[in-house]
């Protein structure tokens, strides 16, 4: 069995021109399905790979950090999910009880503990907190128990002068969902309410803003009388109008509110994770929309992946920038194939396009009456 050390000679990159645009929502099912999903934007490709860790595995966190060792477990669960720049570090996945986990950049209101030789034991950075909750909890009771008992250090990242600032949304498979942060008040667990999560500022003030658009809906308004003039609305979507458009967080986490909680019932899970996709699709942002010009090179924030997740079969779902083909990781039918071994594959493929051919079988009959002889 391989032991799992996680280093970071190479984790400054993934922080040096980082997206701040990630967005996820939560959609369930009428069959009782919970599936998380969401985008993953940086300004630059992460390089990202899919992680299998499977049960078992021994983990040592903060061995980055100047040779030391911080706190040590044993994989309860085996999971799997994206990692970034080939680093043994999963900031989106799943694990074998259904429970999700992803990590979005909270910059400006991430605040962690300073290690210390007397937390050092049981310390977790905080870019590794995804694997301490997937290899250790199956509920979200759990996983709030299971922070009591480490410190979470914001680890000193020489090349950037600071921390890796994230929060964090957890999903277990009976549908709870929760958003964890670090902030100057201390650990704050906040319960997913509306289905949808975004970057900074704290949840819940996201929560608040909301009340500056409580006139949305997805029905059309019908219009009023002004002096026997009947003012009519301009087309289809009258009743979403007013609701912001733009890329920033505040923005995004209003959209995401309103389709999660406005997209048609989903029969099951492969129509939830059909109709997750197609809603994030609208949160798809393309290289140039996006550009900061404070370095000599132009940083642009683009969508490198989106991903969903089927928390009762635990499959892990995902695109990339470049292959907008779904992909799928059946977790537990990989578990069995990693035959105990930490595993990395590659997520991306080919990119290609399906060539439409002649095929009797799919063929429809012109009718004559149509105006073509």
């Known amino acids: 069995m391989k032991t799992l050390k996680i280093t970071f000679l190479t984790l400054t990159m993934l922080f040096y021109q980082i997206g701040i645009a990630c967005t996820g929502i939560i959609i369930k099912t009428q069959n009782g399905v919970t599936i998380p999903a969401r985008t993953m934007e940086f300004g630059f490709d992460i ?9 078992g595995s021994d983990i040592t966190f903060l061995s980055f950090v100047d040779g030391k060792d911080g706190y040590k477990m044993k994989a309860k669960y085996g999971f799997a999910g994206m990692n970034a720049v080939d680093k043994n570090i999963v900031v989106d996945g799943v694990n074998e009880a259904g429970l999700y986990l992803g990590c979005f950049y909270f910059s400006g209101d991430a605040q962690y503990e300073q290690l210390t030789s007397s937390n050092q034991s049981n310390a977790v950075s905080s870019e590794e907190l995804g694997n301490y909750v997937l290899g250790s909890f199956a509920t979200i009771d759990e996983v709030i128990e299971g922070l009591k008992k480490v410190t979470v250090v914001g680890s000193f990242i020489d090349v950037i002068q600071g ?9 277990d498979a009976t549908g709870r969902s929760v958003v964890i942060e670090y902030t100057k008040e201390g650990l704050r667990v906040h319960e997913n309410t509306v289905n949808a999560v975004c970057n900074n500022p704290t949840y819940d003030w996201h929560l608040t803003n909301l009340r500056n658009y409580v006139n949305l809906t997805p029905n059309n308004r019908q219009g009023f009388n002004v002096n ?7 087309g289809q979507g009258t009743g979403m109008l007013g609701m912001p458009g733009d890329y920033t967080s505040p923005s995004r986490f209003v959209r ?4 999660a909680n406005t997209a048609l019932p989903s029969a099951n899970e492969e129509e939830g994770i059909f109709r997750a996709f197609h809603i994030l699709n609208a949160f798809d942002i393309p290289k140039g929309a996006i550009r900061d010009n404070a370095t000599k090179d132009a940083h642009t924030d683009y969508t490198v992946w989106t991903s969903a997740v ?11 920038y470049k292959n907008q083909s779904i992909k799928k990781l059946d977790l537990l039918a990989i578990l069995k194939s990693c035959k105990g071994e930490i595993t990395i594959i590659e997520s991306e493929t080919k990119r290609g396009y399906e060539n439409v ?11 004559h009456n149509n105006g073509y002889k």
Do not use: C, W
């Not at 600032?165 to 957890?170: D, L, S």
């Not at 995401?256 to 389709?259: D, G, P, Q, R, T």
């Not at 051919?357 to 009718?367: A, C, V």
């Open 357 to 367: 051919m002649l095929d009797q079988n799919l063929r429809l009959e012109i009718k």
């Open 256 to 259: 995401a509110a309103a389709f």
């Open 228 to 234: 026997n003039e009947k003012i009519k609305g301009m």
């Open 47 to 55: 390089k990202s790979k899919l992680l299998i860790i499977p049960k």
């Open 310 to 320: 089927d928390t009762k079969n635990k499959i892990y779902y995902y695109k990339t």
């Open 163 to 171: 921390e890796a600032p994230f929060h964090y949304a957890v999903t």
